[in-house]
């Protein structure tokens, strides 16, 4: 069947013109607060990665992340978000608004790149701390190597970088499992 193909034209197509759409600058950042329920104050942000597409407008990361993530792509979408988060974070921390911001990082992020090497760089770059940012992991990555994803982790916390389990309750990990986990936050599913 033509249509499960996942190199079909349709597809190969939408990847070609991600590529072009990173090196373009088209994907753009927006920003979801985390508000604290006790007083109302913004507590930190979530950096949410939308492609500009020149034709079919923005298109939403449940329509190109696969995507990215099957093709390698994820990787320079990565870097970009936490190149420009940090930089939105840089002027935020100038301002006196001292809030981290959160950025996604996907299975292929933790098992294939040196992220603690990306972080220390893009903080260093932007002269913010480690507090400046939080990583946020599904708890998909667990099922790919969980060891791997968990020394990444512990690596990062070594560094005093956070980070965050999201979508828990998914069906991949059990509290058991959570508290092996160098998280410091969880974010429960629905």
Do not use: C
């Amino acid at each position: 069947d033509a249509a499960r193909d996942p190199n079909s034209p349709a597809r190969l197509g939408t990847v070609s013109a991600l590529r072009e759409g990173i090196e373009q600058g088209q994907l753009e950042l927006h920003y979801q607060p985390k508000v604290s329920l006790r007083d109302g104050t913004v507590v930190g942000v979530e950096a949410l990665v939308r492609w500009q597409h020149p034709e079919r407008g923005i298109v939403p990361p449940d329509e190109f992340i696969p995507l990215a993530e099957r093709t390698g792509l994820v990787h320079q979408i990565t870097a970009h978000v936490m190149r420009e988060g940090l930089g939105q974070a840089r002027l935020w921390w100038d301002l006196g608004l001292h809030v981290p911001v959160a950025v996604n990082v996907s299975m292929r992020d933790l098992h294939e790149t040196d992220l603690a090497g990306l972080v220390v760089a893009e903080l260093d770059r932007h002269g913010l701390p480690p507090e400046a940012i939080v990583l946020e992991v599904t708890e998909s990555v667990l099922v790919l190597d969980a060891g791997r994803a968990v020394s990444t982790l512990r690596e990062l916390r070594e560094l005093g970088v956070s980070a965050s389990l999201d979508d828990f309750g998914t069906g991949y990990s059990s509290l058991l499992l959570l508290e092996q986990l160098p998280v410091d936050e969880v974010k429960i599913d629905r």
